[in-house]
């Protein structure tokens, strides 16, 4: 059963959820981006919630997985464990700003600390997630993208953004994305219970979010 909103200690209007990709924590200059970003959106007043991409770790996994034919529950799980560990690589290098989370309940707390939570979601995903009629299957179609999609739905969240380390151009699909191997193959079908997803070049200060069209 998932828990009710108020127990959460989320905003009614729910917060919003960003997705950092796990290529981008060897930039170097993801700590001082990031902190920019971080404080823009409280100027703003948007509660983010942090979900960091499984990067090399999870790369790891999934060579690993090519060259021994891993069971897929096993694969996936050492995946998100794999998000965990990165979840903490990522909150090492703001301190100040984010704490690692691993439980709806501790957002309220961290932001009122006036700090950023960042999901370490495999706690999420067994205790939440796989007791839901939705859940999402044991397989590489599901990566971190679809991961932050389904925590967006499962807490209100208005927004979902991927910060991601290329373009998207304007009038995007998110079928279209998926070819183009932007997301996941697992996103489209939880797009519909999301209001709205965007994706942000993270790289290129200039750059501006782009709404994924669904279709």
Known sequence: MIPRPE????????????KLGGSLLLWESLPQRLSRFLDWCRAEGA??????????????????????GMDDTISHDLAVRAMDLNSHCLASLL???????????GFGPIWNA?????????????EVDAHSAQALPASWRVTSDSIA??????????????????DVPPGTTIRQAVRHGLVDPMLPQIAARVPRIMSLNFRDPSAVARELIKS
């Not at 959460?8 to 729910?14: C, K, N």
């Not at 006036?114 to 067994?126: Q, W």
Request: with cysteine; hydrophobic share 45%; proline share 8%.
């Open 7 to 18: 127990d959460w200690q989320i905003p009614s209007r729910g917060p919003v959820v960003v």
């Open 47 to 68: 509660m983010v919630i942090l979900v960091t991409g499984g990067g090399m770790p999870a790369n790891f996994v999934r060579d690993l997985d090519h060259a021994h």
């Open 95 to 105: 301190p100040r700003q984010m704490a690692v989370v691993d439980h709806f309940s």
């Open 114 to 126: 006036g700090k950023t939570p960042v999901i370490a979601p495999y706690r999420f995903l067994t």
């Open 149 to 166: 999609a389904r925590l967006a739905e499962c807490v209100g969240a208005h927004d979902l953004i991927l910060l991601k380390s290329k």
